[in-house]
């Protein structure tokens, strides 16, 4: 350490060398640190990407300067400019098998790319390498990694080895390993779902910072799903009473508190599983109770728990002893001097308030002082307590001092906050009409633009109904109210858009209501309006049709209409704006002038905003129009759904297509190539055909075939909410699919990809099934993303190589499969998630914990979905006794040499033994585990 | 959830940022700059001898709460959501800064800027994946110094990984 810091100083004093940082870096660093502006110091970055770009061009750079550059780039994107043409050489130095240059490039890549970038996919490959290692530091960093990288499509590749790391010995791995999946289970809670037990049995873990790290991800699970938790409730309070006990070793105290976190965390989950729950709000009230006792409230950690505590104490059914001690915490924290604790004492009365409300009237004296206090953040949280204690008795004072402080701040987005709790609060207190008008005004006139139009209708919606009650002459009082201010308020100079269309609509429809005001008062009024708002079209709109609905009155009632001359001049304005919208109205007015009163008062009755308008949705008036277009010879309508059907009927693909996400990447290996259709058997003996077909006697007639492939696509819908095992949904449909009962698999299909793609001969599907066989640096790359799970592959390929009909396949020698042949409701059980312990009776559940090395920790993987679809055209063909027997041989023939599974190549002969091995090791597995373990383990 | 931990200087300049929420992640570097920059404007403006909270929705979505620490010339930010406790945040800052002056004897701006993976190693072992994962800077130290002295060694002794199994299964 000292060494570093010597290092570190020498740098800052401008010596050369050192940990790899050289003088340039140092050169950078410090004109970035002297430059005057920001455009010296963009100036300074530019020229030193310049400088990076061509030095990155450069060949052969040796590696200790390409983690230098790499540290650069790091830097010159902090300051806010792109190195992204640097990111490739930090993907390329995570395949370092340097710690160091492996760490630095991980550090740079996490801080580069996020999850969608493109070069993601470069790295997983060298992520799972690297969560296979023997060093554990190397397996951190990969951790560290995942976290930062991983997206929901690469999850699938790396989960198992993560799974792994659960059961690793050092408890760092461990620790990270729990955040890892819990970072998968906040970004895709899908692909993990299966996997969810492993947090509660990490909660047993020996090491207390591993049980710490669990509480997060429990945390959110119980957040998500209380009533599955509840069992857990005397654990988290026992777990809690030992840590305030000090039963952990004295590392975890912190400021002579005993591991606070751990504490707040339990208490976070203890308020959730409390919530409204009587019974485990009495199992935890002990310990609550000690805890107020024992907190050190001179800390600010100890203060810490006790806020906690009072959060806790808040969300469940407190005793009222509880509830006693929680309101001393709280005035304990509003005497303080300290702005962080009023800030949580204001904070905790606010949550308090909701199940006593008297508690704050002791503390009123408090509450004013932190309204006045300088401090802007206890201000706010403030007079948040104060929307939350508002009733109809305080609403004035609360309402009138909010709308001050709104008036008063800059800040838009807090200001629109407050705006939206002085409406919410008026509208549900309002002590009367007028009060309402005016605060509505002052909240329009203030921060109009920031409120949400709905309120602005509310408010025109309200002024046109009334209070509800059937007082015509309260309503009517309460509209000349609302012109009068809005009369006084319009003279105002820029006023907020909202605002203008609230008052020319009120002026507009209420104007002239009473007779108090002349109709050419009120239109001189909204003429000045259209002139002076010029610019804003809506206001405009809102002021022709305020002036046409005048004089629309005007007429009805059978007065004389003079159009003043500058309502003229804007209509004749109008109609030539360049807006339609303005245009048609001032048409609308102008043809409206020339109408006689009967006409126009059925047009716009008086005060009939509130009517409701009867629409003929169906158009049942144009029946006779249609009749004759058709009649004449055009072509009948088609809705959209009936036409989407038709499509769909054509086209089983891309019924398909609506599950399977198209942007998904695939992980697995790809199928291997089928015969594009039946009736072109010809071509698919052209295809070469590695590997032996398993299933010669699934050959069928084609009319059968394509029902079944019908029934299990309606069965793959059906089941699809049903389970998600691995990530990839399409993954996830085929093997509910298959895990479905026989009868649905019959036939040939047992994958339900490759199903649809030989029912409907579309050009994709052959394209597909070419693409694979040309493609083996794919091939390869996602056979090396799905790690370990090497059976698995094999058996992704004896599924689609299964059933490949007819000839080309038929002709191999008939080596089969070993398939542990299952009866299929036994099977059927293989559809459950999470199998936790293993027990050596079931050979399959034996498997699982084969697919996840360890032998404790079996969450069910892909692998029995495959394996599923293997054994489910098995057991319903015809010859299942003949396949039986083979099985048996092929069974005996390759008694457990399981090293053969080491040696690589593209030997189907060999994948195949491999396949066979590893069910063999599915029945017998306790002697030949620990090999396989080791590997994975270090 | 822990969304982002930063440190600035006093005249606004990033010294470390490093976000954990999926959405600020996936912004572009401008964006996530205009948050640094906003984060500072907003402390920069704050009077002394008030709380070190703030509460801004405005810059990091609904319900973000942002804890501050001054020391000398560095500002050290948390921002957070509802599911941690603010006192609790504000001794993981002291957390941090303890084990930095552990690290550094005495840290200061400049031990920051020139051991930039160092300090992302130390943060990494305090907050992992937006979660506090280790309060303990005893340990984060020995963490740190594990892996120090580990990287010392590999300069020599090159590590080769293992081939293991994945890698046969795909061929």
């Known amino acids: 350490?000292?060494?570093?810091?010597?290092?570190?100083?020498?740098?800052?004093?401008?010596?050369?060398?050192?940990?790899?940082?050289?003088?340039?870096?140092?050169?950078?660093?410090?004109?970035?640190?002297?430059?005057?502006?920001?455009?010296?110091?963009?100036?300074?970055?530019?020229?030193?990407?310049?400088?990076?770009?061509?030095?990155?061009?450069?060949?052969?750079?040796?590696?200790?300067?390409?983690?230098?550059?790499?540290?650069?780039?790091?830097?010159?994107?902090?300051?806010?400019?792109?190195?992204?043409?640097?990111?490739?050489?930090?993907?390329?130095?995570?395949?370092?098998?340097?710690?160091?240059?492996?760490?630095?490039?991980?550090?740079?890549?996490?801080?580069?790319?996020?999850?969608?970038?493109?070069?993601?996919?470069?790295?997983?490959?060298?992520?799972?390498?690297?969560?296979?290692?023997?060093?554990?530091?190397?397996?951190?960093?990969?951790?560290?990694?995942?976290?930062?990288?991983?997206?929901?499509?690469?999850?699938?590749?790396?989960?198992?080895?993560?799974?792994?790391?659960?059961?690793?010995?050092?408890?760092?791995?461990?620790?990270?390993?729990?955040?890892?999946?819990?970072?998968?289970?906040?970004?895709?809670?899908?692909?993990?779902?299966?996997?969810?037990?492993?947090?509660?049995?990490?909660?047993?873990?020996?090491?207390?910072?591993?049980?710490?790290?669990?509480?997060?991800?429990?945390?959110?699970?119980?957040?998500?799903?209380?009533?599955?938790?509840?069992?857990?409730?005397?654990?988290?309070?026992?777990?809690?009473?030992?840590?305030?006990?000090?039963?952990?070793?004295?590392?975890?105290?912190?400021?002579?508190?005993?591991?606070?976190?751990?504490?707040?965390?339990?208490?976070?989950?203890?308020?959730?599983?409390?919530?409204?729950?009587?019974?485990?709000?009495?199992?935890?009230?002990?310990?609550?109770?000690?805890?107020?006792?024992k907190c050190d409230s001179s800390t600010n950690i100890g203060n810490a728990i006790l806020y906690e505590c009072i959060r806790c104490i808040s969300c469940i059914i407190p005793s009222p002893k509880l509830l006693e001690a929680a309101a001393d915490a709280i005035s304990k924290f509003l005497k303080s001097d300290s702005h962080n604790l009023k800030y949580m004492g204001i904070d905790g009365l606010g949550r308090l308030i909701k199940i006593s409300p008297d508690i704050a009237e002791q503390h009123q004296l408090a509450v004013i002082d932190c309204l006045e206090d300088p401090d802007d953040t206890l201000k706010r949280k403030t007079f948040e307590l104060l929307y939350k204690m508002t009733k109809s008795s305080n609403v004035e004072v609360i309402v009138d001092r909010m709308t001050d402080y709104m008036i008063s701040i800059n800040d838009n987005h807090y200001k629109t906050e407050i705006a939206s709790r002085c409406v919410e609060l008026a509208e549900q207190f309002a002590p009367s009409n007028q009060w309402f008008i005016q605060i509505m005004n002052k909240v329009f006139e203030h921060a109009g633009d920031l409120v949400n139009i709905k309120v602005a209708h509310n408010l025109m919606r309200l002024i046109a109904e009334g209070f509800g009650e059937d007082d015509d002459d309260a309503d009517s009082k309460l509209r000349l109210s609302a012109v009068e201010s809005h009369l006084q308020i319009m003279s105002e100079p820029k006023l907020p858009s909202l605002f203008l269309q609230v008052i020319s609509w009120v002026l507009g429809e209420y104007g002239t209501a009473d007779g108090k005001y002349s109709a050419s008062y009120i239109s001189g009024k909204l003429c000045d309006v259209a002139d002076a708002y010029s610019s804003d079209e809506t206001v405009k709109g809102y002021a022709v049709s305020a002036l046409m609905k005048i004089y629309a009155f005007e007429i009805a009632s059978g007065r004389k209409v003079d159009v003043l001359p500058e309502c003229q001049s804007l209509i004749e304005e109008l109609l030539a704006s360049h807006s339609t919208d303005l245009q048609q109205r001032a048409y609308e007015l102008q043809a409206l002038l020339a109408l006689d009163a009967r006409a126009v008062e059925s047009i716009l009755p008086l005060d009939a905003s509130c009517e409701d308008i009867e629409v003929d949705k169906d158009l049942s008036f144009l029946n006779g129009y249609i009749q004759q277009a058709i009649e004449s010879g055009a072509q009948p309508y088609i809705s959209e759904r009936e036409r989407s059907c038709m499509l769909e009927t054509t086209d089983y693909h891309s019924q398909d297509h609506h599950e399977v996400p198209s942007h998904a990447l695939r992980f697995e290996a790809y199928e291997r190539p089928k015969p594009s259709s039946l009736p072109t058997q010809a071509s698919t003996e052209l295809v070469p055909v590695p590997e032996p077909s398993y299933y010669s006697e699934a050959h069928q007639p084609i009319s059968t075939s394509s029902v079944s492939e019908r029934e299990s696509s309606e069965i793959k819908l059906r089941l699809d909410g049903v389970k998600q095992k691995w990530g990839r949904p399409s993954y996830q449909s085929s093997t509910s699919a298959s895990s479905t009962p026989p009868q649905a698999a019959n036939g040939t299909s047992s994958h339900p990809d490759v199903g649809v793609g030989s029912s409907s001969l579309k050009p994709r599907s052959s394209y597909e099934s070419k693409k694979p066989e040309i493609d083996p640096e794919k091939q390869r790359l996602a056979a090396s993303l799905f790690g370990g799970s090497s059976t698995s592959r094999s058996d992704r390929k004896s599924s689609s190589g299964g059933h490949k009909p007819a000839k080309g396949t038929a002709s191999k020698p008939p080596k089969e499969n070993p398939i542990p042949v299952q009866p299929p409701p036994d099977l059927l059980d293989f559809g459950e998630p999470t199998a936790t312990s293993v027990t050596a009776t079931d050979p399959f559940k034996e498997l699982e914990g084969l697919m996840d090395s360890s032998s404790q920790d079996g969450g069910s993987t892909d692998v029995m979905g495959v394996l599923y679809s293997d054994a489910a055209p098995v057991t319903t063909t015809t010859s299942v006794d003949s396949l039986l027997s083979e099985l048996s041989d092929s069974s005996k023939g390759n008694p457990g040499t399981y090293q053969s599974q080491t040696s690589k190549g593209p030997n189907s002969k060999e994948a195949l033994e491999k396949d066979a091995l590893v069910r063999q090791m599915g029945v017998n597995p306790t002697s030949q585990n620990p090999t396989l373990f080791k590997d994975l383990l270090g | 959830m822990i969304k982002a931990v930063m440190m600035m200087n006093t005249q606004g300049k990033p010294r470390l940022a490093k976000f954990y929420d999926f959405l600020v992640r996936c912004l572009p570097v401008e964006k996530q700059q205009e948050l640094i920059r906003g984060v500072f404007s907003v402390l920069s403006s704050r009077p002394e001898n008030v709380s070190n909270f703030l509460e801004i929705d405005s810059l990091f979505g609904p319900d973000s709460r942002l804890v501050y620490k001054h020391y000398a010339t560095l500002y050290f930010v948390l921002v957070f959501d509802g599911s941690e406790n603010e006192l609790a945040m504000l001794d993981l800052i002291q957390v941090l800064v303890e084990t930095l002056d552990k690290c550094f004897s005495n840290v200061c701006e400049l031990d920051i800027v020139f051991n930039y993976s160092k300090m992302h190693t130390v943060l990494d072992e305090i907050v992992f994946g937006g979660q506090v994962l280790e309060t303990r800077s005893d340990e984060v130290m020995k963490a740190v110094e594990e892996i120090s002295k580990s990287e010392a060694a590999s300069n020599s002794i090159s590590l080769v990984p293992k081939s293991v199994s994945g890698w046969r299964g795909g061929r």
């Open chain 1, 1 to 293: 350490m000292e060494q570093l810091k010597t290092i570190g100083r020498e740098l800052a004093m401008g010596s050369q060398g050192g940990f790899g940082q050289s003088k340039e870096f140092l050169d950078l660093v410090k004109s970035i640190g002297e430059a005057r502006s920001k455009a010296e110091e963009d100036r300074i970055v530019l020229s030193e990407i310049d400088i990076l770009k061509r030095k990155l061009l450069e060949p052969d750079i040796p590696k200790r300067k390409m983690k230098e550059y790499i540290i650069r780039l790091v830097y010159i994107e902090m300051l806010g400019h792109d190195a992204s043409f640097g990111y490739i050489h930090a993907v390329k130095m995570t395949h370092d098998d340097n710690l160091l240059l492996k760490r630095t490039g991980y550090l740079a890549v996490t801080l580069f790319l996020n999850e969608d970038h493109d070069l993601i996919i470069l790295i997983v490959n060298t992520i799972q390498k690297d969560l296979r290692s023997d060093n554990y530091l190397v397996v951190c960093a990969a951790l560290n990694a995942i976290c930062r990288l991983i997206n929901e499509e690469t999850i699938p590749a790396v989960l198992p080895q993560v799974v792994d790391l659960l059961n690793h010995q050092k408890e760092a791995v461990r620790k990270k390993a729990i955040m890892a999946l819990h970072r998968f289970h906040r970004k895709s809670p899908s692909s993990v779902s299966h996997l969810i037990s492993n947090f509660r049995k990490r909660l047993c873990d020996n090491d207390p910072g591993v049980m710490g790290a669990t509480l997060c991800p429990l945390f959110d699970l119980i957040t998500e799903d209380v009533s599955s938790y509840k069992d857990l409730v005397s654990s988290f309070v026992s777990i809690l009473k030992q840590v305030t006990e000090r039963r952990l070793p004295k590392s975890y105290d912190y400021h002579q508190m005993p591991a606070p976190f751990i504490q707040i965390k339990l208490l976070k989950i203890l308020a959730l599983l409390g919530c409204g729950d009587k019974s485990a709000s009495e199992i935890m009230s002990m310990v609550l109770g000690d805890l107020f006792r």
